[in-house]
């Protein structure tokens, strides 16, 4: 008996529905997968299966046990094909999640690069909460610092640096006074990303510290550069975030020697008794993509 044979056997069955139909896929009798069942609830000391004569149902310990084994079973599978995998037959699924937008160029870059390199593998992108703690469904997070994250547990690879800045769409600028100092932001609409406060204090190069109001609030990024090219008003952001808009002139720089404190962006993903193969690759890929650009 080892752990991995049987708890591929205990996955089986609740992915099966019943005993005897994993028994059937796994090509064993009914009464070997009873053993390794057995020896599991065992070695682990709680009973994973509620049995009856027709019913089979996963108590709390079992649900827990058995979503966290889908997890390892294919970190383990990953581990193996990474062991022996060249550089062309790397394969399988990269689950990444970024606070920044979706729109990003150092981003949508990476993946567009990534994939070419690594036509095998399949990339989901899934957008995390600015300050999200890391996440053991996905291998990675693209995000700034995050407070309280657990570092014996996950790594946290620095990206690249940037400053966020003000823009503004030419509608909205030829509505309004030119701006010629920092404090007259303080009269204007600042839409700003968050989830509760209209009012929120900045600081800025040279400590400079602004109080901005705003009558629209987001966590959602591309939300607010579009209510920002819509005209609603100005919107402090990397330029990262907004080179699309800034090449199409639907943004325009403001007061451009205003500037935040420089803020880094990071690679967050968990510490494994392997290297993720996948995971490095990429993280190598965004550094080459912020280089680059």
């Known amino acids: ?12 069955v609740i992915q099966h529905g ?20 057995s020896w599991l609830e065992q070695q682990l000391g709680v009973q994973l299966l509620k049995r009856t004569t027709r019913h089979l149902s996963l108590t709390d310990a079992g649900e827990t046990f058995f ?18 995998a060249t550089n062309s037959d790397i394969h399988g699924s990269l689950r990444i999640g970024s606070s920044l937008t979706t729109s990003n160029p150092i981003l949508i870059n990476a993946i567009a690069k990534f994939t070419q390199q690594y036509p095998n593998v399949n990339i989901s992108l899934q957008p995390v909460t600015q300050g999200q703690l890391p996440d053991l469904a996905l291998d990675i997070i693209i995000s700034s610092a995050i407070n309280d994250f657990n570092s014996t ?7 690249f640096e940037t400053q966020a800045r003000f823009y503004a769409s030419p509608d909205y600028l030829e509505q309004h006074d030119p701006l010629s100092s920092p404090e007259q932001l303080q009269q204007h609409n600042c839409l700003l990303l968050g989830h509760q406060h209209h009012q929120q204090a900045y600081l800025f190069d040279n400590d400079i ?10 966590s959602n990024p591309e939300s607010l550069i579009a209510s920002a090219v ?4 100005l919107i402090l952001t990397s330029p990262y975030n907004v080179q699309r808009e800034l090449d199409h002139g ?7 020697q205003l500037k935040q404190p420089p803020e880094i962006t990071f690679a967050y993903y968990p510490k494994l008794h392997y290297q993720h193969e996948k995971t490095k690759r990429f993280i190598d890929v965004i550094k080459q993509c912020t280089r680059n650009s």
């Open 1 to 12: 008996m080892d752990w991995i044979t049987c708890t591929k056997s205990f996955v089986a």
């Open 153 to 159: 547990s996950y790594i946290a690879a620095p990206l």
């Open 18 to 37: 019943s005993q005897s139909k994993a028994a059937k896929h796994l090509d064993i009798s009914n009464s070997a997968l009873s053993k390794r069942l």
């Open 250 to 256: 639907l943004l325009i720089p403001v007061l451009s």
């Open 230 to 233: 819509a005209g609603m008003g």
């Open 209 to 218: 510290r602004l109080l901005l109001k705003s009558n629209f609030i987001t």
């Open 67 to 84: 979503q966290r084994s889908l997890l390892i079973l294919e970190q383990w599978q990953q581990l193996l094909h990474e062991t022996t």
